[in-house]
């Protein structure tokens, strides 16, 4: 009797491993129930407004319990401007792009809005592939006649969110910037794409600014303005992996430009390439009085081609000549720059061009290697205290 239970059990047992080896795996992703953006209407042939089957779409997603998708299909879908509201029924809304999204040719349709995709007030939102057309060269070609134009509108605009992911998401040709991160909370950009011209105005590749817990991780970036731009409010930011160029580099700033500001605290840059940028690390805070700040600030780990200013403290930006000699009020404070190599376009490639209002304090440099048509290249410095260790080329002036 012993012995025939256990051949009962052993049966059990070869029956039970043998389904589990035939059995296909199944996905998370797969189980979850899928909302279409065809089945409410939206048509894959880049002509027809499918503005309203994407915002039912998500209106059916974000009123569903439990983990969903919203997917766009293969095609070209064109649409006006969207904006996916929260808060959900549930904190795991995961948008997968397989084709393009693009905007109307008219830059008046959409241009009149500061965004043209949102998403605002939502928690647990992966958006994931695809390809965002934002169709910007007629209103660069409108605003260098000197016609009348809109303002243009941001490609991805993420607000007052938290706990979101953007995975492998191309953005082309913004009328302005590609993406905003503003008033959010743990957010990652992974596996980023952004492309437009190195002479298209004012379409910075991803702006942050009120937000903590950012993070851009192995990325591309090709634009006319800053690749990154880190803005008054963001704190425990890291930028890592990224590529910058064509475009004006990786920027904190620009900074004081009210008088009552919030600043920029522990942000890291590694592990970045540069490629005939206008600048590479940047720091640009207005020159008038300000409490702002920028402080705890670490670049690390960056090679540079034929980059115009490689490191760059500029406390006497003032683009519109209002603030002349006033001096910056923003106070920049323990910076380090480590393991920076390279080569600048210009022969000054280390400008600490700092306020005597606010002298920078506790600027760091740590085997830095950059040089001008093979030479030596020059540091330059007003108002900066710190430290040089290790290898230094060019030669320390703090």
């Known amino acids: 009797m012993a012995i025939h239970s256990h051949l009962i059990s052993l049966l059990f047992l070869a029956t039970t491993i043998t389904v589990l080896i035939i059995s296909p795996p199944t996905s998370a992703a797969a189980r979850r129930p899928q909302f279409n953006v065809v089945r409410f209407g939206a048509r894959p042939d880049g002509r027809t407004d499918s503005t309203r089957a994407f915002l039912t779409t998500w209106s ?30 549930n904190r795991s809304i995961f948008v997968r792009i397989l084709g393009t999204i693009v905007a109307p040719n008219n830059i008046w349709t959409t241009g009149n809005s500061p965004h043209w995709i949102e998403f605002h007030g939502v928690n647990g939102v992966t958006i994931s592939g695809g390809v965002l057309d934002g169709k910007g060269a007629a209103l660069w070609a409108c605003k260098k006649a000197g016609r009348s134009c809109p303002n243009g509108a941001t490609t991805l605009s993420i607000s007052n ?66 690749c990154v731009s880190i803005g008054p409010g963001t704190a425990n930011m890291l930028v890592d992996k990224v590529t910058c160029g064509p475009g004006h580099g990786i920027s904190i700033g620009s900074l004081g430009k009210d008088v009552n500001e919030q600043g920029v605290q522990n942000v890291t840059v590694r592990s970045t390439t540069f ?18 700040f920028a402080r705890n600030i670490l ?75 093979n030479r030596a290249a020059v540091a330059s410095c007003r108002n900066a205290d710190g430290t040089a260790y290790g290898f230094v080329q060019p030669r320390s002036c703090l």
């Open 161 to 226: 969110s938290q706990n979101v992911v953007v995975s492998r998401l191309t953005s082309l040709n913004s009328h302005m910037f590609h993406m905003v991160i503003n008033f959010c909370r743990n957010v990652k950009l992974q596996g980023v794409r952004i492309s437009a011209p190195g002479n298209s105005p004012n379409t910075d590749g991803i702006h942050v600014q009120f937000s903590t817990a950012v993070s851009i991780v192995s990325s591309k970036i090709a634009t006319g303005d800053d």
């Open 60 to 89: 059916r997603a974000c009123g569903s319990k439990g983990r969903v998708i919203m997917l766009v299909p293969k095609g070209r879908f064109l649409v006006r401007n969207m904006q996916f509201t929260g808060p959900c029924k």
């Open 299 to 373: 670049f690390q780990h960056a090679t540079m081609y034929n980059v115009q200013n490689p490191i760059f403290i500029d406390q006497r930006y003032c683009p519109d000549k209002n603030c002349a000699d006033q001096g910056s009020g923003v106070r920049v404070s323990d910076v380090t720059y480590q393991n920076i190599q390279g080569t600048s376009a210009s022969q000054v490639a280390v400008n600490f061009d700092c306020s005597n209002r606010s002298p920078c304090r506790g600027i760091r440099l740590n085997n830095v290697r950059l040089t001008y048509r």
């Open 275 to 292: 490629v005939g940028t206008t600048n590479g690390f940047r720091i640009k805070a207005w020159g008038k009085p300000s409490n702002g």
